[in-house]
């Protein structure tokens, strides 16, 4: 049935529940059906209007406001299910942990509002770069954490070159300035003898501590069988 109730009338059907009983006649047989219609429009459309409310909650609560990317807390929890995941099925996966390379001196010399900008776009622009299976977060200040799910160092090789030469190649214009930057990287292969996914994550670290003592703007590999 259409909606003609004012109230509800946003929708362009009626919402309903309906009840169907049989009618007896003198004689004891059924020839006819009763059938009873409940306009429900405004609970369902109601109950509608929670779920998506409930469904933003959600996606505010795991995501970051500036770059739009999961939040550490998320990422974090998708890291545990995921390096679950590869030890139980023996599957390939890789980590990418990657920073700014002297960002505290870029905020100082340009504000911290040039700072987020460069933050939102990079974010904005490596994502693109992704598959929709990899999970991508901003881990917090200016270092991002890639899950590269299904996929074999070599892999995160080409994502982590591929993201640096983005950084390399980016020029942020902001209020007048030019602003040039480049990232450091860590790569860390899924290792059935990590003993939990934060020891994965820091081996992924440690490679990109050596990529910024190493001169910065390149990317490291983890040596797993260090492990």
């Not at 909650?57 to 995501?63: A, V």
């Not at 987020?116 to 776009?121: E, G, P, R, V, W």
Request: hydrophobic share 40%; net charge negative.
């Amino acid at each position: 049935f259409k909606n003609y109730q004012p109230i509800t009338g946003l929708e362009d059907f009626m919402y309903q529940n309906t009840t169907l009983l049989p009618l007896k006649g003198v004689n004891g047989s059924i020839d006819q059906v009763c059938l009873i219609i409940y306009d429900v429009t405004d609970v369902a459309v109601n109950r509608r209007q929670l779920q998506a409310a409930n469904a933003e909650l959600q996606r505010l609560s795991s995501t970051d406001r500036l770059t739009g990317l999961y939040n550490r807390g998320h990422w974090e929890e998708m890291l545990r299910l995921d390096y679950a995941r590869h030890r139980r099925y023996d599957s390939q996966a890789a980590l990418v942990m990657f920073d700014i390379d002297h960002f505290k001196n870029t905020n100082d010399t340009f504000g911290h509002l040039a700072g987020d900008y460069i933050l939102a776009n990079l974010g904005r622009l490596a994502h693109g770069m992704l598959r929709a299976e990899d999970v991508f977060a901003r881990y917090g200040g200016e270092e991002f954490a890639i899950i590269l799910n299904d996929s074999t160092v070599e892999d995160a090789r080409i994502v982590a070159e591929r993201i640096r030469q983005l950084a390399q190649r980016l020029v942020v214009e902001h209020e007048g300035e030019s602003i040039n930057f480049t990232v450091s990287l860590g790569l860390a292969q899924f290792c059935s003898a990590f003993k939990g996914p934060l020891a994965w994550l820091e081996c992924a670290d440690k490679a990109l501590y050596d990529a910024k003592e190493s001169g910065r703007n390149q990317y490291r590999v983890y040596d797993t069988s260090q492990r």
